[in-house]
């Protein structure tokens, strides 16, 4: 226990002391949220005020073109050849022609621009002409205008999940971000730490260093030490991204805050409006809830401290039942070259994870989630998809002690890799040289 004791201590803090470590830990937040920061500092900067023309030749849309922050809306009465020919000398945007015989030929609309407007602005004015025309055709059908507006509406469904411990409040959207960004972490995790220790041993092996540490520590001792001492590495920069990631979020909130508009009902409205091309005025309903306390609340619908620990748990258990084949790996072959052989069949499990964990998250209860997330190859990923969604606890046990089954069958077959081919040089492996080293007494 002392040797391997010593050998985690070294792997970590060799690892920790690097400068790629702390340049990688430090820039990854940094970078993470620049990234988002620019991209909301760009959105409330770059809105520029566009004003469109507007020559309604029916009459029928006096009133219907509202104007927003965006989009400044200009009635011109004229010919159309007029109308164009002052767009040419004036400052607008666009030009909307709407034609007197608008309801019998609704392609009629033209818009003219010295560019090509953009696909928000064509669809926002479609939206609005298509509206005011089926508004019109049902009233002359003998709907009135009060039945149209009551019939408009929008519906938001809550949903609630019926346990033992009462109803609770869910949320489906906030149950799916968690669990693929959990999922995408260990996936990730599993190929960049798996792949140091493969690393690590193939280079301690190529310079002949590892035949000096065999004499002080067995074959085993060495293999475990180093899985386990590049895993406190990963853990660690996992809790130094989370926690300089949330300083400099809450940094970042700070300074766009005093940049977003007073009413943030009203800016959500107003990107409500640019998403569905719709003018944020005339949109039915009138009540538009603050998006963050809308966020917040889905995410304290969840079971956090379980959701934590569980991706403790799989997170450790995954990246240790893969990383004993990658050392495995390391130790059989001679350098970087030669292991890609013998990297698919261990990579196509993770892969296929990931793409499973897509088809889980439509169906968290289906047989496929279920069997994925009792395999041990498979679990790590898929069961971090599902437990945001609410999973028995039987199931998560099952999972948990086969996963840790799992570990300690590929790290005593490994072992058994490691301890011939760490000191095996010069020859070429094969999958047959494999099996027989694991039978060697």
Known sequence: MRNILLVIRREYLVRVKKKSFLI??????VLFVAFYATVIWVAIESVDTKTVQVLDESGLFSKEFKDTEALKFMYIASSIDSAKTGFKKSDANALVYIPADIIRDPKGVRIYAEKNVSMDLKSQIEKVIEKQ??????????????????????VSSETISLSEEGEKTSSSGAATVIGGICAFLIYMSVFIY???????????????????????????????????????VGLTQFVL?????????SAASAVLSSKMPDNPAQMA??????????????????NVENPVAEVLGAVNSLNIPLIVGCFLFYYLGGYLLYSALFGAIGAAVDNDADTQQFMLPITLPIIFSFVFA??????????????????????????????????????IALSMALLVLGFMGTTWLAARIYRVGILMYGKKVTYKELAKWIFYK
């Not at 690393?199 to 386990?228: A, C, D, H």
């Not at 409205?269 to 009138?286: H, N, V």
């Not at 994925?372 to 199931?395: Q, Y």
């Open 194 to 232: 798996g792949t140091q220790v493969m690393r690590g041993i193939t280079e301690e092996k190529t310079s002949r260093i590892v035949e000096v540490i065999i004499s002080s520590v067995k074959p085993f001792q060495l293999m475990l030490g180093k899985i386990i001492g590049v895993a406190l």
């Open 269 to 286: 409205q107003e990107m409500q409006s640019i998403q569905k091309g719709m003018p944020a005025q005339g949109m039915p309903g009138g």
């Open 241 to 249: 991204w989370i926690l300089l990631s949330t300083a400099l979020t």
């Open 24 to 29: 990688m830990t430090l820039l990854a937040p």
């Open 133 to 154: 025309i089926e508004d019109i055709k049902l009233s002359e059908a003998g709907i009135t205008h009060k039945i149209l507006e009551d019939s408009r509406v929008n």
């Open 358 to 395: 897509q088809l889980v998250l439509r169906d968290p209860d289906g047989t496929l989630a279920f069997w994925t997330s009792i395999i041990p190859f498979t679990s790590p990923i898929i069961m971090m998809v599902r437990i945001p969604f609410g999973v028995p606890a039987w199931e």
